[in-house]
Nanobody, 115 residues
Framework: QVQVVESGGGLVQPGGSLRLSCTAS????????MRWYRQAPGKQREWVAS???????GTADSVKGRFTISRDNAKNTMFLQMNSLKSEDTAVYYCRADIANSEYWGQGTQVTVSS
């Protein structure tokens, strides 16, 4: 059974940084395509970034140049390095693991950007 767990959220001031982590278990981590989404209050969930099994990355225009997605298969972990955070980055951040035409979501981690 696949389990996905996010961590690393918290409260940060505008201009600050946070690094989110996501682990996926139940299959070899290198077999998963991985994605980050976020959902702000009153808004729909939106895609933030993704990284393929082969390490090809993509990021949304809204975070390009500020957020970096990466993975360490030896540690079974994906990361989202978030720099120059803005108030509009406040949201619950979700990790999704894709394998064999199935999607597995974590419970989310809250990121709040506020002074």
């Amino acid at each position: 059974q696949v389990q996905v767990v996010e961590s690393g959220g918290g409260l940060v001031q505008p201009g600050g940084s946070l690094r989110l982590s996501c682990t996926a278990s139940g299959s070899p981590f290198s077999s998963f395509g991985m994605r980050w989404y976020r959902q702000a209050p009153g808004k729909q969930r939106e895609w933030v970034a993704s990284i393929t099994r082969g390490g090809i990355t993509g990021t949304a225009d809204s975070v390009k140049g500020r957020f970096t997605i990466s993975r360490d298969n030896a540690k079974n972990t994906m990361f989202l390095q978030m720099n120059s955070l803005k108030s509009e980055d406040t949201a619950v951040y979700y990790c999704r693991a894709d394998i064999a035409n199935s999607e597995y979501w974590g419970q989310g981690t809250q990121v709040t950007v506020s002074s």
